[in-house]
């Protein structure tokens, strides 16, 4: 499973130059020394998640007497139930799929259509919109935090749920529409306008040649803004209040009592807390390659 | 010849007057203005009209206007101002430098086909899916003065010497995150430089290999000029990243101890929230969007450069 997380980028073999020493008879040195360093530096990156796990199923005589990288002297898989308990899991992680599942669709929807207005209907003043909307997706979140708790609270949405994907929305859209307006520019002129000679309405056009050609672009946006929101943190703790409206980086936080912390526990809800993020990462990993080279490229 | 009908036509259709093509731009449009007007612009600005008055938050309590005050307060009283404005621009710049490069140095090994690559890509870019949030909780345990890691492993080596609090010292504490940053942010950056790797015109290094070219001067004259926009994706997006900086302060200090590892971002939410002075958060988020923007709208203006409009 993991393996196939990185199959990101099937990239053609540009310093691959092993078979022409391997022609001349030589080892080849270089390609054995990157490969002991690349490899001592991804035991280096897979150190902490090895630490994460022992903890996670180690109880508190284990985490108080052994060191942190020894094995567990009794396998405490009760921490994964009882991080489900005290995070209360299913209702943080539903809370989070639900603001994900409703807000990654119609943040992409209303970030093409926009896209789609500014790239291919180009209106007067188009450009000034452009701009201003793309400094948005650049500018911290935290800049406007305080007023937008005032703007949520004279809503009624504070601590709301479905309150809080308004400005998750507002967040995510400008980032969108910055790629999307790149990746619809580059959609030739010449198929929308033997469209249009058919009949085709400007809904149509958008909707059945333009949003098409740019899948790729919206499978690694989804990805992108699905990890986003799933991980949000910052508008999330300021605009929620009570535990049952918690999404799960605010789970987190159970775990610390004036008594300390349940590390045990805490790790173990960390690892789950990441599946549904890994699952839809897997998922749309095959686009997500595609689309940040086009985001790349497109500059 | 039907084509050439066809392309005609067309091109009378684009010559539509622009100010009819806006009523039919408009529907398309309202709805992402409007959310981005409502909830990101309108707050955005509302911090900076907020900076001009003193406003504890709550509602009983009507701002009142005090004009530069919080600023002069800010760029003289404020000394906490001044660490948070260090911070960021130091979390940027080794932000540029660190894991930057690192992910660079890491795509260019992993773009090369070799034994366990994908495993290898994979355990650079897991860190990436994890919420900052709770990589500052597992981190913290990494660094638990007693029981964590980093001291464990120090006392076991011999180097009991070297341990430290490493988030309770404000010599240490900065450093600290800024490496679990670092294990955090080179997935994507890795990411990224590998698209960009794609995107190398594989016959012109065959082509400079027939020359007789070395692989360094391949990567000087092939390579590099080929991952220069992508560098430059990067390099923005790092620099935004650095600034918005929050979850793994928060998560691992709070932005203590002796608010040696506080930052420009959560600097003004703890004026707002914490401290209950809305003005002097709105001051500090107004300072935060003026350097963004100094950084950003160079960005902006390259990439928009070649637009026809």
């Known amino acids: 499973m993991t393996s196939a997380v990185a199959t990101p980028v099937i990239a053609p073999e540009i310093f691959d130059d092993k078979s022409a020493r391997r022609r001349r008879g030589r080892p080849d040195y270089v390609g054995i020394g990157l490969w002991i360093s690349l490899g001592i530096t991804a035991l280096l990156w897979f150190l902490p998640l090895y630490l994460m796990f022992m903890t996670s199923v180690k109880g508190r005589p284990d985490l108080n007497s052994t060191p942190m990288w020894s094995l567990p002297t009794t396998w405490e898989w009760g921490n994964y139930a009882s991080a489900i308990d005290t995070g209360d899991f299913w209702t943080t992680a539903g809370n989070s799929l639900l603001i994900a599942i409703i807000k990654v669709p119609l943040g992409l929807a209303i970030a093409a259509a926009a896209a789609y207005a500014l790239a291919r209907i180009r209106f007067r ?73 058919d009949g085709a309405s400007t809904f149509r056009i958008f909707w059945q040649i333009v949003l098409p050609l740019a899948k790729p672009a919206l499978a690694a946006l989804f990805v992108l803004d699905f990890v986003a929101t799933w991980n949000e943190y910052a508008m999330a703790t300021t605009l929620l209040r009570t535990q049952s409206n918690w999404t799960i980086p605010l789970a987190v936080q159970s775990f610390s009592t004036q008594y300390g912390t349940d590390y045990g526990p805490m790790n173990a809800f960390i690892f789950m807390s990441a599946i549904p993020v890994l699952i839809v990462y897997l998922l749309f990993q095959r686009y997500f390659v595609q689309g940040a080279l086009a985001g790349a490229v497109k500059g | 010849m039907a084509t050439v009908a066809l392309v005609t036509e067309g091109r009378a ?36 009209r907020l900076s001009f008055f003193e406003w504890s938050g709550f509602r009983i309590q009507e701002p009142v206007w005090v004009g530069f005050d919080n600023y002069v307060r800010l760029f003289t009283q404020d000394a906490v101002f001044w660490t948070a404005f260090g911070n960021s621009v130091v979390w940027v710049i080794l932000s540029l430098i660190l894991p930057t490069g690192i992910a660079l140095i890491l795509a260019l090994g992993l773009n090369r086909k070799m034994v366990g690559r994908n495993l290898m890509r994979a355990v650079f870019y897991i860190p990436a899916v994890f919420a900052s949030i709770t990589v500052a909780a597992m981190w913290r345990w990494i660094y638990n003065p007693t029981l964590g890691f980093v001291n464990q492993f120090l006392e076991a080596v011999g180097l009991g010497a070297w341990t430290q609090s490493w988030l309770g010292d404000p010599q240490f504490a900065l450093g600290s995150i800024f490496i679990a940053n670092i294990w955090q942010a080179v997935g994507f950056s890795m990411v990224l430089f590998l698209a960009g790797l794609q995107t190398v015109p594989v016959e012109l290094i065959e082509a400079a290999k027939l020359d007789g070219a070395n692989a360094w001067q391949r990567f000087r004259a092939v390579t590099v000029p080929a991952l220069r926009p992508t560098t430059i994706v990067v390099i923005i997006l790092t620099i935004i990243n650095s600034l918005k900086v929050f979850d793994l302060v928060v998560g691992m200090t709070g932005g203590g101890p002796a608010q040696s590892t506080q930052v ?26 003026i350097v963004t923007l100094a950084l950003v709208i160079p960005y902006m203006a390259w990439s928009m450069k070649g637009e026809d409009r």
Not at chain 1, 177 to 188: A, D, K, N
Not at chain 2, 264 to 289: D, E
Request: no cysteine; glycine share 10%; hydrophobic share 50%.
């Open chain 1, 125 to 197: 003043g188009g450009r000034a919109v452009l701009m201003v909307i793309a400094i948005g997706s650049m500018v911290p979140v935290q800049i406007g935090l305080g007023p937008l708790f005032s703007t949520m609270l004279n809503l009624g949405l504070l601590d709301s749920l479905y309150g809080l994907i308004l400005p998750y929305l507002a967040f995510g859209i400008p980032y969108q529409i910055f790629v999307l307006y790149g990746f619809f520019r580059g959609v030739p002129e010449e198929l929308e306008e033997s469209a249009r000679i």
């Open chain 2, 264 to 289: 420009l971002a959560l600097w003004s939410y703890t004026q707002s929230f914490t401290n209950h002075q809305f003005g002097m958060g709105g001051a500090v988020a107004t300072v935060l969007l």
């Open chain 2, 13 to 48: 259709k684009r010559r539509t007057p622009k100010h009819h093509r806006l009523t039919l731009a408009l529907p398309y449009l309202i709805p992402a203005v409007v959310l981005y007007g409502w909830f990101l612009l309108y707050p955005m600005l509302d911090a900076v």
